[in-house]
């Protein structure tokens, strides 16, 4: 599908961002819950990125047509919207796990930026479809650094102690 307009393309910018904010928040509350205060403190800064890049699209935008999308974004409720499902995902995720749904749904941005710079006939959509994608990639990168940071929760004790 390609995308005809900047206001199409600022459509979905704006649902991407917000849904990165609003989950970076969420997972930052719940690691300072589990006394994770470092990790917490990443997906903060990770949200002050997100709200200022939303902001910024938002002053963009103001006054643009923008079309409403009919299948908004959601990085943990594919598949299964209820609360409970939500509340077992944040219960059993470890720093590692928040992560790296952050990193695939940042490599998910990217990949549907780049796909739309590639697909739309339109220059200026084409501009900057470029540009946001760049952004996403610099998150991508970021929070690669952090995993790479992160220890592994679970230590394989039968490997360690050679009874693997
Ligand atoms: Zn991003």
Do not use: C
Request: glycine share 4%.
């Amino acid at each position: 599908m390609a995308l005809a307009s900047t206001g199409e393309l600022y459509a979905h910018a704006l649902a991407v961002e917000r849904e990165a904010a609003e989950r970076y928040v969420e997972f930052a509350q719940y690691l300072e819950d589990q006394g994770n205060y470092a990790v917490a403190a990443l997906f903060r800064m990770l949200a002050r990125l997100e709200a200022q890049h939303l902001d910024r699209l938002e002053r963009r935008s103001a006054g643009l047509e923008l079309p409403k999308l009919e299948s908004p974004y959601g990085w943990l409720s594919e598949g299964a919207p209820e609360t409970a499902a939500r509340e077992l995902v944040f219960r059993l995720m470890t720093q590692r796990d928040a992560l790296a749904i952050a990193l695939a749904a940042e490599k998910r941005a990217q990949a549907f930026f780049e796909r739309a710079a590639r697909t739309t006939k339109d220059a200026a959509v084409r501009a900057l479809a470029k540009d946001m994608a760049s952004e996403e990639a610099d998150h991508v990168a970021l929070i690669e650094r952090m995993l790479e940071r992160t220890p592994a929760a679970e230590v394989d004790w039968a490997a360690a102690f050679g009874e693997a």
